[in-house]
């Protein structure tokens, strides 16, 4: 990687307070590498080749090389308070180890691995370990100073407690990979019993509470491949209770309760429980966020949740516009990095929901937004394109744009295949917009096709997974035939 690329990516790690915060302290470093980095966050690239132009390659090498080395420090110094302090107290025991100092020593090793196994720090209790074999080596020439048995016994379950979480992470991302590669059809059912059969996934006993947090992460990821709601929302609010009673958890993991928290709201929202959603939902807005990470998180999975409710309910536009803006705001005026699904999703459920509420200008600006991003983002989730490629069809017969609607329906079906398989749902709707667009403006007729069209996508979501999933996770037409034959 070049060390121009390699400072940028670590400069646009942080978040807004972070970015202030380096910002306040540039002036305390030396003006040649306060010059580079203050180049590097106003990202001006051509006054950077002025200086590569202006100095010997190996000059402007060596700066760029400070340079990280200073924002390593900054992170270091802004890292987490909980790993912190573990840190901290290891450096310590290790200086007045040297030093001589054995009883101060101890007390600060015996203080270190109480603190990490508090919040299960469990690559600071391997380096503990370190410590402790280091003792038992000059154990001929040095006093003992640590004889506490239990703490030895902890200090060495460090690197059994890595390796499982190492084992749990390993099956995780291999999961999620068959979870979410929408390329192909699977056999989904026997690979979700396959998984579950998996020897990790029937432990009962866990060392770490990170690997017991991705077994039951595991279990609601082959939820949701089956479309099994009913067990997802269970599992999640089961998990959302567990965060939310435990301070000692929310402290070490927030993460885990949020993640509970929008698969309860997501949950109710797939169920229909949409009375329930906002119940739950207002006791989600309570929940105070510490960091701008998990802000940024929220906006993602949570904001995707809430544009799903948005697209099933039959509230009155006037009633839910007010949230729809702070959503549009969240996207097009963010401080925070937003998330690949943020740039892609929420503008095709924000496309579908304006097209609903006949808001076609808006519909428009947000189909076109999506494109912006799909142009940057062309080889990551191509399955939602075949979403935009619907949505442009739904649009155009929307706007009554005959030319345009019959050209992408005859492109429609190669169009979807260049991101996967073509669901049945896909092909339905197709046959009906190639149908409805020769009876525009014969009311009666279009509502027969409608009615017509919202029996066989019914019928198929029912008796056919892949086409509940397409239901499900991308449009509900059955839902759409409802609003579409009260406006008639």
């Given at each position: ?28 470093y030396?003006?040649k ?33 400070r ?54 720090l ?20 040095h ?85 099994d709601?009913?067990n ?45 959603y ?33 697209c099933?309910c ?29 740039k ?14 006949q ?6 600006f947000?189909?076109d ?9 062309s080889?990551?989730?191509?399955d ?24 992408d ?6 169009n ?16 009906f ?20 069209f ?27 035939c ?7």
């Amino acid at each position: 990687m070049k060390l121009w690329d390699e400072l940028k990516e670590l400069i646009d790690s942080f978040d807004e307070k972070e970015r202030n915060k380096f910002e306040k302290q540039l002036i305390n470093y030396p003006p040649k590498i306060q010059k580079i980095l203050s180049i590097v966050l106003e990202n001006n690239i051509e006054e950077f080749q002025q200086i590569k132009k202006n100095n010997r390659t190996n000059v402007v090498s060596n700066r760029m090389q400070r340079s990280i080395e200073t924002i390593y420090n900054f992170l270091i110094d802004s890292f987490p308070r909980i790993e912190t302090k573990a840190i901290r107290l290891i450096r310590i025991h290790r200086v007045l180890f040297f030093k001589g100092l054995y009883d101060q020593a101890r007390n600060c090793l015996a203080e270190a691995t109480i603190h990490c196994l508090k919040y299960q720090l469990w690559t600071s209790l391997n380096d503990i370990n370190l410590c402790i074999d280091q003792i038992k080596r000059n154990g001929t020439t040095h006093p003992t100073i640590f004889n506490n048995k239990f703490l030895f016994h902890i200090a060495e379950l460090s690197i059994e407690a890595l390796t499982e979480e190492n084992d749990f992470n390993k099956l995780f991302e291999e999961v999620y990979e068959q979870v979410f590669d929408r390329a192909k059809k699977k056999k989904i059912v026997e690979l979700a019993k396959k998984y579950r059969s998996h020897p990790l996934m029937k432990r009962q006993y866990f060392i770490s509470y990170r690997s017991q947090a991705r077994q039951f992460n595991i279990h609601r990821m082959l939820d949701l491949m089956i479309c099994d709601y009913k067990n997802y929302h269970k599992r999640s609010e089961k998990i959302y209770n567990v965060y939310k009673g435990s301070d000692l958890l929310k402290e070490v993991h927030f993460y885990g309760l949020l993640q509970g928290a929008v698969g309860v709201c997501d949950g109710y929202v797939q169920m229909n429980k949409l009375k329930k959603y906002l119940s739950f939902r207002d006791q989600v807005k309570k929940i105070v966020i510490p960091n701008q990470r998990l802000k940024a998180y929220m906006i993602g999975p949570m904001q995707r949740v809430d544009l799903q409710y948005y697209c099933k309910c039959n509230s009155s536009f006037e009633s839910i516009s007010e949230d729809l803006t702070k959503i549009e705001n969240s996207i097009l005026n963010s401080k925070l990095e937003l998330s690949l699904q943020t740039k892609t999703v929420h503008p095709l459920l924000l496309c579908f929901i304006f097209i609903k509420y006949q808001n076609l200008p808006k519909a428009i600006f947000w189909l076109d937004y999506y494109k912006q991003n799909r142009e940057i983002h062309s080889n990551d989730r191509k399955d939602i394109h075949r979403v935009a490629t619907v949505l442009r069809i739904l649009l155009n017969y929307e706007s009554e744009d005959i030319d345009k609607c019959t050209s992408d329906l005859n492109n429609a079906v190669r169009n979807i295949t260049q991101y996967g398989f073509v669901y049945e749902s896909e092909k339905l709707t197709i046959k009906f917009f190639r149908n409805a667009l020769k009876y525009l403006h014969d009311k009666n007729k279009t509502k027969e096709i409608l009615q017509n069209f919202k029996r066989e996508v019914t019928e198929l979501s029912e008796n056919n997974l892949f086409e509940k999933e397409y239901k499900i996770k991308y449009i509900d037409w059955a839902r759409w035939c409802d609003w579409k034959i009260a406006y008639i």
